[in-house]
């Protein structure tokens, strides 16, 4: 998407190696690595990918483990008697 957004998709080869995370997480990592290599070539590319927000980094994180909890947010199940 990157390329194809900058108009570079026959100027440039990309050989990336991607661990951990699932197959979207990947894809936007990817996207979001090229997005920054394009961005420092030229400052028109900068501009075009600020405006198609490439630059933008995905800020979730997953939420810890909290103690007595099953999960992070799952908790045990709940007996009156």
Same mark, same amino acid.
Do not use: W
């Given at each position: ?33 090229? +997005? @920054? ?8 590319? $900068? ?6 927000? =490439?630059?933008? &980094?995905? +800020? @979730? ?8 909890? $099953? ?6 199940? =709940?007996?009156? &008697?």
């Amino acid at each position: 998407m990157p390329f194809v957004a900058t108009s570079t998709l026959d100027k440039y080869d990309v050989f990336a190696t991607v661990k951990g995370g699932g197959l979207s997480g990947q894809a936007g990592a990817l996207a979001h690595g090229i +997005s @920054r290599a394009l961005s420092s070539v030229s400052q028109d590319l $900068h501009s075009i990918l600020r405006n198609g927000e =490439f630059l933008t &980094r995905d +800020s @979730r994180v997953v939420e810890r483990k909290k103690y007595g909890q $099953h999960k992070a947010r799952k908790k045990c199940q =709940f007996s009156k &008697r």
